[in-house]
């Protein structure tokens, strides 16, 4: 392990993440302007601190806490917070066996990160990294409450208030550090375990500065400007007092001193704690609160595979005949350009208002420079636009009867071809959205391949729902009809499987928390997971059956029907597998604060109507 | 660096605004932190700090004293005084007069038919010291009778019992100083992290600054024994044995004071007699201490020249806690660690003002640790109020722990309760409703109207909180310090001291005697007669305490500032002038597992809870992190029994049942378990709560439960739900 000590000697400019402790020597007008807190005015000649333009940062001593709890109340007193939500909070880690047990408090707010993750995520731009203190603040005033920060913060940082429908965080405590103080949590700290100052400067009391230690999570993702102390003979295995099912192990000393690496300097890693294998099929377990994203995804990766099909699909000759009279007939096409419109739309407003400030919806693209969020929302956006517009202009022609006849009748193909580039961009949008380093278990390119996938499936099952009946109902032949969508869907479903199986490969390659995600696949959600793995290889036989012998008339059409109905459900669960197996990079918790185990016990018990227990009922 | 801004967006942060701060010394634990309440400009309390220049806690507060001024605003005070005919019926609203009127009646009536000690009065250790010395003088000048306790029987009596027979009086010996100087820290049956965080706050400062070896004894591996050099995992029950052992090795290695024993001690031959028989092997058996450990300990405690031990309720709470409290006395006289800088038994006290009704309440004695045994005492106190002796009892009456036996057998029928709760702090609590639904009147005088025990009321009168009324408070150190108040009570509530004074008028007795209706007034009279006391006020007033930040007794002309340690010439309060070294004997009627009941049941606090949680229960960022009660459990263990972390059981004792959820952890042996005390229908149902059977102080450390798994999960996660209001 290197010295922080030597390092900072040698190099006194650099944190031991390699970067400039110096802030924004190149920004001189923003070192100029003054600092504006709650209307008061601060410029750099005012403030006493001469570190002030240096980044800052915590420094835990994680032998001396004893999880008093008065750094978190401290915090939540001085930032007026109702008892559900936390800026900082303690959380412990236990090892040994009785009476030669240690346990780790763990204290931790906003580690104001040199790369912070949760300031290129937001969408709204509603986070900004001063150069006073290299502080990271989040104004909630921008904030509409869409919760993304609180997914890529691998710290839990950002807090998502239902209540206020905004996100608030640890502000550094900034109006104190104007005027000499330190931040309120290190003023309360009684055993000596919180300390604040210029990075890496070790405080007074306090003697080495390291950059991890058991249970935090890898200091790569976001550069935290945090530091810690841990000297105390640790055991070999730790637990967590929260819910989250994993232990930190000891890995082999041996191996530790091969590889000096700085900045994997823990000597623990993350293992899986095997749950007991349930019995039932855990199907309440698959809700959570990103239900509507669910929706949300399902129908927008539908609603993109379909459009491209109906789109396409004919203007490509080998596929034109076999579509021509149904595109002929101009009910159907309506009818499906109003399904699609319409479900997508639903779709919109649903992930609107699951916004925690919907009337803000607008402040979406604000960050289209860092966010893919805001690019998803963007791309997403004008999909939807010229979908809707390609839909009108196709349906009721007389709209633009006003313009010259060439364009009006190229305007649809102009229209639809946007689309097609867009919607696909959306989709690759989206799935960058969840390739999410503090979440490993998205963190792989199988969500892109879900995503795609499900678009493919459900565009094409639907598509085959919609042709067949049509094709039954004007007596055609359908059977080369579902052959086509049968081609597409097996294409989805071929990609799904290889996304499926390399992405359990690479959870268990990956460890930590993929493979606590694996675990619960294979343990809570045994049932499902197997039920899904049957459905999968169903719906790929029938596919290549549809492929091969694709069967006519009415009883092609039932059997085509009844694997539709399968294929919703199987996306369905997938989708809902996809954000329930999610564990996300935290650091742990306590055994009720910010457990969610007894969360959802608390509103089921109904002891979360009492708004003294800190927990929200489910009325929010 | 700036991530896409050209400009520096303007902070908000909340604000809130204070017009002036408030001085007051906080309610709850017995630390005595000074807090400064913040009040904006509507008067309303709306933040609070520590004081920087406080002697406690230099600026520092925990959690719940962060969190104290939103007392002000909880729910459920009492506004309104409240009579019924018996807890069956409903409460009528009553004005002061009537209810005042009809208390002062129901006691005459109740006593003229049963006779003087069959009503009851059981107070607390949370109101003023002027507030305990009023109600004091109310019993014992005008009721009269002699059943009269405060709920300190609860916490603190052991200590007070073992200081009065090792020492002659009442009255720890050292202050929180005594860190800065010691050489060996031994900590018996003490959590200070947990129970005590600022005086662990002046711990840690002061082993940072000059590092001392700390011994901590504990069957349950606390923070503190986690931060101690050597831990003992005692057996629960045996600190007794351990501690003759180290006395039987000191003697034995000859690393005794023979001075200070000859010259300050009473006793030594027959406590040198019995410790013989205390060898570090038999303590070995007993304890589950290896032997070597036992003398390496005792080692370390005689040799360090200024050796010092604190202890709470590991030792106060069981059913030998007053041998407890008298064998570390011995420990400390055979070693002369009595009133030298770093050198002290130090009993951390409980509730914020325990000492103050130790001192001033007369509910075991009479003012200023004078006794009723004592008949120069007696006639002083008559004298001084203006009393005929005669009305004085010559021997103290029923404590707390036997008054509810006494109504049991019908010979009590009324009970006043003043700030405390038995229906949840009692061992056994299912018992001591039936017993609370005896009485033909219960009045219960408390802040709030959901104290359980207002259930079995049949009077109901709602007193002030802290901060609502001003007066004085004395911590563990014997630092007196003030509270002055910060806001107006609700509604009609009343401070304590109002109530008593109003409640004195209605008594024909009283009109002889004069009752101060000021805190300043009474606390003038207390000055008066604690002069020459070890309980020295004479040199105090409110004004000099608040600028000094409080002021340990003794204060007096000759100790201006105060003394911060008792007997630092070897002059002990019998009198002979000289401590006692008691032989003890060990008797083990401990209630131990067996095959039926076969865990150890402990219980204690946790840090962000107060007492029976009337005020933290209802303050959300406290109680957010222990809603409902928990049962700290052994992992190994209940794999062994199929039980999951966050799983509620069933524990069982010989007594009643509780519904807890579990929570593993290697703190606890797999014989053992933890179940924190404050919640109303958990574990004080299932203890036993032998009586010590000097000081009357109940065991609720040590009992024998078992435990069952629930096979509806969410059926018990609803029951559990209902069975308390906050």
Not at chain 1, 383 to 410: D, E, K, N, R
Not at chain 2, 303 to 308: C, F, I, P, V
Request: overall charge neutral.
């Amino acid at each position: 392990m290197s010295n922080p000590i030597s390092s900072n000697t040698e190099n006194p400019q650099l944190s031991q993440h390699g970067t400039n402790i110096v802030l924004g020597e190149s920004y001189p007008h923003l070192m100029d302007a003054p600092l504006e807190i709650n209307g008061h005015s601060c410029g750099a000649s005012e403030v006493p601190n001469l570190n002030r333009f240096k980044q800052h940062g915590f420094h835990f001593n994680a032998d001396n806490c004893i999880a008093c709890h008065a750094c978190e109340s401290a915090c939540s007193e001085k930032n007026d917070l109702p008892p559900h939500m936390a800026y900082r909070y303690v959380g412990s880690i236990e090892g040994g066996e009785y009476p030669d047990v240690t346990r780790i408090n763990i204290s931790m707010a906003c580690n104001h990160c040199e790369d912070p993750v949760c300031l290129k995520g937001c969408p709204t731009r509603a986070y900004t990294k001063y150069l006073e203190y290299g502080a990271v603040l989040q104004d909630p005033e921008i904030c509409f409450g869409c919760g993304y920060c609180t997914w890529v913060c691998p710290y839990n940082a950002p807090q998502l208030d239902p209540e206020k429908g905004q996100v608030q965080k640890c502000n550094m405590c900034v109006d104190r550090l104007e005027v000499g103080l330190q931040p309120a949590c290190v003023d309360a700290c009684l055993s000596n375990a919180l300390d604040f100052g210029v990075i890496d400067e070790i405080p007074l009391k306090q003697q080495e500065a390291k950059l991890s230690i058991p249970s935090f999570t890898d200091p790569s993702i976001s550069r935290p400007n945090i530091r810690f102390q841990l000297n105390q003979p640790l055991p070999t295995s730790f637990q967590r007092m929260d819910d989250v099912p994993m232990t930190y192990d000891q890995v082999d000393a041996q191996k530790q001193t091969e590889t000096p690496n700085p900045s994997a300097q823990s000597a623990f890693k993350i293992k899986e704690k095997k749950p007991q294998t349930s019995s039932d099929w855990s199907w309440h377990k698959l809700r959570s609160r990103e239900d509507p994203l669910v929706f949300f995804t399902l129908v927008s990766q539908f609603a993109v595979g379909a459009f491209l099909m109906l789109f396409l699909l004919p203007k490509w000759s080998p596929f034109s005949e076999t579509l021509f009279l149904s595109q002929e007939n101009a009910t159907v096409l309506a009818g499906t350009l109003f399904l699609i419109v319409g479900l997508q739309s639903f779709a919109l407003l649903l992930s609107t208002l699951h916004l925690g400030k919907p009337q803000y919806f607008y402040r979406a693209m604000n960050n289209l420079r860092h966010s893919w969020v805001s690019r998803e929302i963007a791309t997403m956006g004008a999909f939807y636009g010229l979908i809707v517009v390609y839909s009108l202009v196709t349906i009721f022609p007389v709209l633009v009867s006003w313009l010259p006849l060439q364009l009006a009748s190229l305007l649809p193909t102009f229209l639809g071809l946007g689309a097609s580039v867009l919607g696909p961009l959306g989709l690759y949008c989206m799935y960058r959205c969840y390739r999410i380093p503090a979440r490993p278990f998205w963190d792989h390119w199988h969500s892109g391949g879900a995503f795609f996938s499900s678009g493919l499936i459900l565009g094409s099952s639907v598509m085959g729902v919609i042709f067949g009946l049509t094709g039954l109902a004007s007596a055609q032949e359908i059977a080369p009809v579902l052959r086509l969508f049968a081609i597409f869907s097996l294409f989805g479903l071929i990609l799904q499987q290889v996304a499926q199986t390399q992405h359990l490969r690479y959870l268990l390659e990956r460890g930590e928390e993929a493979s606590v995600s694996r675990m619960q696949l294979k343990t809570v959600f045994r049932k499902i997971d197997t039920a899904r793995t049957w459905s999968l290889r169903l719906l790929i036989g029938a596919a290549i059956f549809f492929v091969l012998f694709p069967p006519a008339g009415a009883l092609g059409m039932t059997a085509w029907s009844a694997i539709f109905i399968i294929t919703v459900a199987h996306e369905v669960v997938g989708r809902a597998l996809f954000y329930v197996l999610v564990v996300p990079t935290t650091v742990p918790r306590g055994f009720f604060w910010g457990n969610q185990t007894f969360e959802s016990l608390a509103r089921k018990s109904g002891l979360a109507e009492k708004p003294q227990v800190g927990v929200l009922s489910d009325k929010h | 660096m700036l991530f896409g801004r050209t400009h520096k967006n303007e902070i908000h942060l909340p604000v809130k605004p204070v017009d002036k701060w408030v001085y007051t010394t906080c309610g709850y634990c017995s630390t005595g932190c000074s807090l400064e309440v913040g009040v904006n400009a509507a008067g309303k309390a709306v933040t609070a700090r520590g004081v920087e220049d406080a002697a406690v806690n230099r600026g520092k507060l925990c959690l719940k004293g962060i969190y104290e001024y939103e007392v002000f605003e909880s729910q459920n005070r009492g506004t309104v005084p409240l009579i019924r005919k018996n807890h069956k019926n409903a409460f009528e609203e009553k004005s002061w007069d009537e209810a005042l009127d009809q208390t002062a009646a129901e006691i005459s009536r109740i006593q003229a038919v049963y006779g003087r000690d069959s009503f009851a009065i059981v107070s607390t250790g949370q109101i003023y010291t002027e507030e305990f010395y009023t109600l004091g003088k109310l019993v014992r000048g005008v009721i009269r009778t002699n059943n009269y306790d405060g709920n300190t029987t609860l916490c603190m009596a052991s200590a007070v019992s073992g200081y009065k027979r090792s020492f002659g009086s009442d009255g720890p010996p050292g202050c929180y100083d005594d860190f800065e100087h010691t050489n060996c820290l031994f900590a018996i049956g003490s959590n200070l992290p947990e129970q005590h965080p600022i005086i662990y706050y002046r711990l840690q400062e002061a082993r940072t600054r000059r590092p001392f070896p700390m011994i901590v004894v504990d069957p349950r591996v606390t923070m503190l024994a986690q931060m101690a050099d050597i831990h003992l995992p005692i057996t629960p029950g045996t600190d007794l044995v351990l501690l003759n052992a180290m006395a039987h090795v000191i003697l034995k290695e000859g690393l005794q004071d023979e001075d200070y024993i000859r010259l300050h001690t009473n006793g030594f031959e027959g406590f040198k007699k019995l410790v013989n028989e205390y060898s570090p092997e038999k303590a070995e058996g007993i304890c589950g201490i290896a032997a070597d450990m036992i003398r390496k300990v005792a080692r370390i405690y005689a040799e360090a020249n200024a050796a010092m031990t604190i202890w709470t309720m590991g030792i106060n709470q069981s059913t030998h806690g007053s041998d407890g409290v008298v064998a570390i006395n011995n420990l400390n006289l055979i070693t002369g660690n009595i009133g030298k800088p770093g050198g002290t038994a130090l009993s951390i006290t409980g509730q914020c003002n325990a000492m103050g009704t130790r001192e001033f309440s007369s509910c075991s004695g009479l003012p200023a640790y004078r006794t009723l045994e004592n008949e120069a005492d007696r006639a002083f106190a008559a004298d001084f109020w203006g009393v005929d002796t005669r009305h004085f009892p010559d021997k103290r009456g029923l404590t707390e722990t036997d008054i509810f036996p006494a109504i049991e057998r019908g010979e009590i029928k009324g009970l006043w309760l003043i700030g405390t709760n038995p229906m949840t702090s009692m061992p056994n609590t299912p018992q001591i409703r039936k017993i609370l639904d005896q009485l033909e009147c219960l009045v219960v005088q408390d802040a709030y109207t959901d104290v359980e025990t207002v259930q079995s009321a049949t009077i109901y009168l709602p007193a002030a909180l802290w901060g609502e009324k001003t007066g004085v408070f004395t911590n563990t150190e014997r630092r007196v310090n003030l509270v002055r108040k910060v806001v107006a009570p609700p509604g009609k509530a009343k401070s304590d001291l109002w109530i008593f004074t109003h409640l004195a008028k209605r008594f024909d007795r009283a009109k002889e005697i004069k009752f101060a209706e000021t805190a300043a007034e009474v606390f003038d009279e207390i000055r008066e007669i604690s002069k020459g006391r070890l309980c020295d006020y004479s040199g105090m007033t409110h004004e000099k305490i608040e600028a000094a930040r409080g002021i340990q007794w003794p204060c007096n002309t000759d100790n201006e500032a105060g003394s911060a340690r008792l007997y630092t010439d070897g002059h002990f309060q019998y009198p002979d002038g000289k401590a006692k070294l008691i032989a003890l004997p060990f008797v083990d009627n401990n209630e131990v597992p067996c095959q039926e009941y076969p865990f150890w049941l402990n219980s204690g606090r946790v840090v962000e809870h107060w007492h029976t949680r009337t005020k933290t229960g209802k303050i959300g960022n406290l109680n957010k992190f222990s809603p409902t009660p928990f049962m700290e459990m052994n992992p190994r263990m209940a794999a062994k029994m199929g039980i999951a972390a966050m799983d509620y059981v069933r524990v069982i004792s010989r007594r009643s049942s509780a519904i807890v959820l579990v929570q593993l952890t290697e703190r606890v042996a797999e014989d053992a378990v933890f179940i924190p005390m404050h919640y109303y229908n958990c574990v004080n149902r299932l203890v036993k709560g032998l009586l010590d059977p000097y000081s009357r102080q109940p065991a609720y450390k040590q009992s024998a439960v078992r435990i069952e798994c629930l096979m509806d999960q969410d059926e018990a996660a609803k029951t559990a739900a209902s069975l308390r209001d906050y």
